[in-house]
């Protein structure tokens, strides 16, 4: 089993930049990818970006790509996800996730965090 705890949401003014951050936690050992996905209100969710656990290797969606970074810090077990140029329509909770055999947008994903909001003012 993997926990992931999510942090660093909040309300940031368009333009404006937040950092997300995921800690794992237990069987962090079985990770291959870990990924970033949102979903805006009265919305499906969707994904946004992610990351090869160990190697490299990352992929985001068209509609961040240039504008949010992910990285992780294998020693802390810490995935982020650096946003800036934030826009209105990037409002959303987002969720980290953790997949075991896969990587990118149509992983499977195994563990989920509890999800942090994400409000961009106009």
């Known amino acids: 089993q993997v926990q992931l705890v999510e942090s660093g949401g909040g309300l940031v003014q368009a333009g404006g930049s937040l950092r997300l951050s995921c800690a794992a936690s237990?069987?962090?050992?079985?990770?291959?990818?870990m990924g970033w996905f949102r979903q805006p209100p009265g919305k499906e969710r969707e994904f946004v970006a992610a990351?090869?656990?160990?190697?490299?290797?990352?992929t985001y969606a068209d509609s961040v790509k240039g504008r949010f970074t992910i990285s992780r810090d294998n020693a802390k077990n810490t995935v982020y996800l650096q946003m800036n140029s934030l826009k209105p329509e990037d409002t959303a909770v987002y969720y980290c996730?953790?997949?075991?055999?896969?990587?990118?947008?149509?992983?499977?994903?195994?563990?989920w965090g509890q999800g942090t909001q994400v409000t961009v003012s106009s």
């Open positions: 996730a953790a997949d075991i055999v896969d990587y990118g947008p149509r992983g499977k994903y195994d563990y």
């Open positions: 237990g069987g962090t050992f079985t990770m291959y990818a």
């Open positions: 990351i090869i656990w160990r190697g490299s290797g990352t």
